[in-house]
């Protein structure tokens, strides 16, 4: 019997020994040799379907390499793949739930004998460094093995969960919704796509799954790995396509039944207008999920241990160059201790090293161009808004390498309702702003119109049960860095313009993608 008791989550793998860097060494020449150069087509009813165009994967850190192509799904393909879907439906959503929580199991069986290989094919497809990689298919892993345990509690007719009436049985059943799509972001190409996916899967949805241009060949691999664990032809379709084509269709189309979206501010309202608008035809009101961006903050009063605050500040800000949702793009300091910490976290941040993620190195290259330019204009507005205490350049190489390098840049004195400390920049470059006190600290904290996650750095125990009711964010964090939510051990999702708070990882996220039938019987 699976139980959602047994669910622990992965270990990490500890990179300062010296056996599990050559196992990773040994991975990314196996990736090398085996999956770069690769080319992922569709799969649609359970068939490799091919395009004429393709989508191209280039290596941030080194643009001159191309990593991969996928297929890149037309509308007809995407028509296609719902129509496909719809077929799929009638028979999985009549499987036992144990039956299709099993397939997830095996899938995570197949990912953690395949793990470094996840890992290295992150490195080169979008410049992760060992650890950034391998916490991230640990996530993957901890998705399957999570939500496959909690789908467990929503099968058959439980009618413990209503109350008992007089002459009658009385009890809830939970539906799939039907075929939806999933849309997910480059920046946890493994794992948000495998979350995204198999979270309504387990309890009886299909699901297109579409996964963002700069990061095909990773899902593509777990798109294979799916396959590989039994997932029936058409439960799963994989759609590589470009968002504003198919994904676009695919969110207005009319027997799209729910949408799970992960990625900007920008497009998750987008899709959250058009999908509320009725196609004709269209006979129910579209679930719509969204996981969006954030400015996230971390306050250190005078009373932090600030040790232990530089050390959050450095892991929270520069984890993946920033290019994480819940990064701490905002630090934000009471003024008496405002020289200390700002000092302490300008002299670490200033010890990154700057890379490859193949080399391991603290700080790679952005993703892409565009992230590279919009970044390059913050940079370029950082003089004004503040003063720049490190980096400010992107230097576009590193090493001999061209690629979409930008050193990790700390601004001081930003003013709190600067465009640097409202916007979301999605990279290596953070906004120190100076509080006068503990409460201003607070007040800055919630003066954006983001809410995902945030921290407090403090041994002032009342503080910390004031930051508890009063900081509007999903994922509040004490004395440790804001980044890095367990699956199962910290549902993460936020608040405001940052999402629908659907808690990813948690104990109701699967409720989502299901309908309650209350039937009562007469005796
Ligand atoms: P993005 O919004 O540019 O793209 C996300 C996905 O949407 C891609 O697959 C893209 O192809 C697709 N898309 C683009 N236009 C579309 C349209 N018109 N219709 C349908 N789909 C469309 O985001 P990104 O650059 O890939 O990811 C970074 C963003 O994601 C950041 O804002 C980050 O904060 C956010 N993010 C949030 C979370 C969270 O859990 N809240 C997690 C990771 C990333």
């Given at each position: 019997m699976l139980k959602i008791q047994d669910y622990r989550p992965q270990p990490f793998i500890d990179f300062t020994k010296a056996e599990n860097v050559q196992a990773y060494e040994a991975a990314l020449k196996k990736v090398r040799a085996e999956l770069v150069g690769k080319h992922y087509p569709m799969v649609i009813d359970g068939e490799r379907v091919d395009t004429a165009e393709k989508l191209t994967s280039l290596n941030p850190c080194d643009t001159s390499e191309v990593v991969g192509t996928t297929a890149k799904a037309t509308i007809e393909d995407a028509e296609r793949a719902l129509q496909g879907a719809w077929k799929a439906f009638e028979t999985w959503k009549t499987w036992d739930m144990d039956a299709r929580a099993r397939i997830l199991l095996k899938a995570s069986a197949k990912l953690k004998e395949r793990r470094l290989e996840a890992c290295a094919l992150m490195s080169i497809e979008v410049g992760k460094n060992y650890a950034e990689a391998d916490v991230e298919v640990a996530e993957a892993i901890d998705f399957l093995e999570y939500y496959a345990r909690s789908a467990m509690k929503y099968s058959g007719f439980g009618s413990s969960e209503t109350?008992?009436?007089?002459?009658?049985?009385?009890?809830?059943?939970?539906?799939?919704?039907?075929?939806?799509?999933?849309?997910?972001?480059?920046?946890?190409?493994?794992?948000?796509?495998?979350?995204?996916?198999?979270?309504?899967?387990?309890?009886?949805?299909?699901?297109?799954?579409?996964?963002?241009?700069?990061?095909?060949?990773?899902?593509?691999?777990?798109?294979?790995?799916?396959?590989?664990?039994?997932?029936?032809?058409?439960?799963?379709?994989?759609?590589?396509?470009?968002?504003?084509?198919?994904?676009?269709?695919?969110?207005?189309?009319?027997?799209?039944?729910?949408?799970?979206?992960?990625?900007?501010?920008?497009?998750?309202?987008?899709?959250?207008?058009?999908?509320?608008?009725?196609?004709?035809?269209?006979?129910?009101?579209?679930?719509?999920?969204?996981?969006?961006?954030?400015?996230?903050?971390?306050?250190?009063?005078?009373?932090?241990?600030?040790?232990?605050?530089?050390?959050?500040?450095?892991?929270?800000?520069?984890?993946?160059?920033?290019?994480?949702?819940?990064?701490?793009?905002?630090?934000?300091?009471?003024?008496?201790?405002?020289?200390?910490?700002?000092?302490?976290?300008?002299?670490?941040?200033?010890?990154?090293?700057?890379?490859?993620?193949?080399?391991?190195?603290?700080?790679?290259?952005?993703?892409?161009?565009?992230?590279?330019?919009?970044?390059k204009g913050y940079l370029e507005l950082a003089p004004q808004e503040g003063k720049v205490l490190l980096g400010g350049e992107a230097p576009g190489e590193c090493n001999g390498k061209q690629g979409y390098y930008i050193q990790a840049t700390i601004v001081g004195d930003v003013k709190r309702d600067a465009r640097m400390a409202q916007e979301e920049i999605f990279g290596p470059v953070i906004s120190v702003i100076r509080a006068k006190d503990w409460q201003d600290a607070l007040d800055i904290a919630n003066s954006t119109e983001y809410g995902l996650t945030g921290g407090v750095c403090s041994r002032d125990r009342a503080r910390l049960e004031q930051a508890r009711q009063e900081l509007e964010v999903g994922n509040l964090y004490f004395n440790r860095k804001i980044t890095g939510a367990i699956v199962g051990v910290q549902p993460f999702g936020g608040y405001n313009m940052s999402g629908t708070d659907s808690k990813a990882g948690g104990p109701d996220y699967l409720a989502y993608f299901m309908q309650l039938k209350t039937v009562t019987e007469r005796w």
């Open positions: 109350t008992w009436f007089e002459g009658e049985e009385n009890g809830l059943m939970s539906l799939p919704l039907g075929v939806g799509v999933s849309i997910s972001p480059w920046n946890f190409p493994c794992a948000i796509f495998v979350g995204m996916l198999a979270a309504p899967i387990v309890v009886g949805n299909c699901v297109i799954a579409k996964p963002a241009e700069d990061s095909g060949l990773i899902a593509g691999f777990i798109a294979d790995i799916m396959y590989e664990a039994g997932l029936p032809a058409g439960v799963l379709q994989f759609l590589p396509g470009v968002g504003k084509d198919v994904g676009e269709y695919l969110t207005t189309h009319a027997k799209t039944r729910f949408i799970t979206f992960t990625g900007s501010r920008a497009v998750g309202l987008h899709i959250n207008e058009v999908a509320a608008k009725v196609q004709p035809g269209q006979k129910w009101i579209k679930k719509v999920v969204l996981e969006l961006g954030g400015k996230d903050g971390m306050i250190v009063d005078e009373t932090a241990d600030l040790e232990v605050a530089i050390t959050a500040a450095v892991q929270g800000a520069f984890g993946f160059n920033g290019q994480k949702c819940s990064a701490m793009s905002r630090l934000i300091v009471v003024d008496a201790v405002y020289d200390d910490v700002v000092n302490g976290f300008v002299e670490r941040a200033g010890k990154l090293k700057m890379g490859t993620g193949e080399e391991n190195a603290n700080v790679t290259a952005v993703v892409n161009q565009m992230s590279f330019d919009k970044i």
